[in-house]
């Protein structure tokens, strides 16, 4: 009876941790790609990225490099475009015209996974970019257990190397495209070497349908393991004001041998925005209602990071936003965070923050001040956690 309850509450997480990446099943109202194409070429016509910001407008100039790929320095996490962590379902059209904003901005670097939707945010992304696409940066992701002609979620994960091939051609035809910019393993599979994913990633660079590579929330020896088969571009772990783990080993091994770095949930999964405090609760069906940070108990402790981050806001004149991912910003130039929104007006205050610059003292001042909080909690329940820091089997 306790086991199954057991099981039942782990199914649940499970289910809670490719809802981290995911949405509920909807039926896809997918725009082929020809009509995607021929649809405006940015929300304001761009052919260029950032060409078509007016004067006065908010852009994106700067670039940073993930290894030898060239991004915009603040990136697009697409992942709530589905459905968001409140569980609501985001207006399509409007999705579409932010990604399009975004790149007429200056924006070129979109984080997708197999997972969000699942296969869903892909359309909607290969939707929004396709008249564009040259211009831009795709990542996707592959590593769930998901049905490929259904999209249904299933346990556990799958990087057979024949299943990654596989994921890969449906990736092209959903982000209308004949090549991923930067494909991620989402999470290591402890069933498959990483060398033979490694293999099945070398194939279809050789077929021109993958050009980086990259891994999320490995283990670390996974990492060097993988590295020294094929190069690996970009490693994307949780990192934040909020989490500050990867600095302790991901991001020295990343300096070592010279991988970048892409945070992801870079606004703390909306806490670093402001926008919750002691008295937020969390709805069903919203992974932060299962992470022990969030919990009642630990809120009214972990708002202290709420206020500083508010206070050099307003020392900074700009929005708490900026504040976190600027301090990303300032960790290493190979930093590029990819924040997630559905709101155009956040879509611009993010794009801004490459514009905040912090002294070296203000830096000092600013991380001195983050060492005298702790945040109580784990950042995800142990059943999701269970899929981070994993070392793939040696072959
Ligand atoms: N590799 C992985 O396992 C993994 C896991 C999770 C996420 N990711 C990637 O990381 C991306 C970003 O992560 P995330 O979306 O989970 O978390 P996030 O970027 O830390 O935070 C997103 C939340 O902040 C809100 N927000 C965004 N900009 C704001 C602003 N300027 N002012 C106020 N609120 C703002 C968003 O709400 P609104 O929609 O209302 O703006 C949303 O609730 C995802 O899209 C995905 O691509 C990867």
């Not at 989402?186 to 099945?200: K, L, N």
């Amino acid at each position: 009876m306790g086991d199954n309850n057991t099981n039942r509450d782990r199914r649940q997480l499970l289910k809670g941790a490719v809802a981290l990446a995911a949405g509920p099943l909807v039926a896809s109202v997918v725009t082929g790609c020809t009509a995607a194409k021929r649809a405006a070429p940015s929300a304001a016509g761009a052919t260029a990225a950032g060409g078509a910001a007016k004067a006065g407008e908010q852009s994106l100039t700067d670039r940073r490099r993930l290894g030898s790929l060239e991004v915009s320095s603040v990136g697009l996490g697409v992942q709530n475009m589905h459905r968001t962590y409140q569980t609501t379902v985001p207006y399509r059209p409007e999705m579409l015209n932010i990604i399009r904003t975004a790149f007429d901005r200056g924006v070129t670097f979109f984080d997708c996974a197999e997972a969000y939707g699942p296969h869903e945010n892909e359309r909607i992304l290969g939707e929004a970019v396709a008249s564009f696409r040259d211009k831009v940066v795709i990542c996707s992701k592959f590593g769930w257990n998901i049905d490929q002609e259904t999209g249904e979620r299933r346990p556990g994960l799958i990087s057979r190397p024949d299943h990654i091939k596989r994921v890969v051609e449906g990736m092209l035809t959903r982000l209308c495209t004949d090549r991923i910019d930067l494909l991620y393993q989402h999470r290591v599979d402890p069933q498959v070497p990483i060398e033979d994913v490694a293999g099945a990633i070398k194939d279809l660079k050789a077929q021109g349908k993958v050009l980086h590579w990259g891994l999320s929330e490995m283990g670390l020896q996974t990492l060097r393991r993988a590295h020294a088969e094929l190069p690996v571009t970009a490693v994307q772990s949780e990192y934040s004001m909020l989490w500050r783990g990867p600095e302790q080993e991901v991001i020295p091994v990343c300096a070592e041998l010279g991988i970048g770095f892409v945070p992801w949930s870079p606004l703390g999964v909306q806490f670093l925005t402001g926008a919750i405090d002691e008295n937020t609760r969390f709805a069903d069906g919203d992974i932060r209602k299962v992470e022990g940070r969030f919990a009642p108990e630990n809120l009214p402790h972990n708002v202290a990071l709420i206020r500083l981050v508010k206070t050099w806001a307003e020392r900074k004149n700009t929005m708490p936003a900026r504040i976190a991912l600027a301090w990303l910003l300032a960790q290493k130039p190979w930093i590029v965070p990819i924040p997630g929104t559905t709101q155009m007006a956040h879509m611009l205050d993010n794009i801004g923050a490459a514009e905040i610059v912090f002294s070296d003292g203000e830096l000092q001042e600013l991380n001195a001040a983050l060492v005298g909080i702790t945040i109580k909690g784990e950042r995800l329940p142990p059943a999701v956690m269970a899929f981070s820091g994993v070392e793939a089997p040696l072959k």
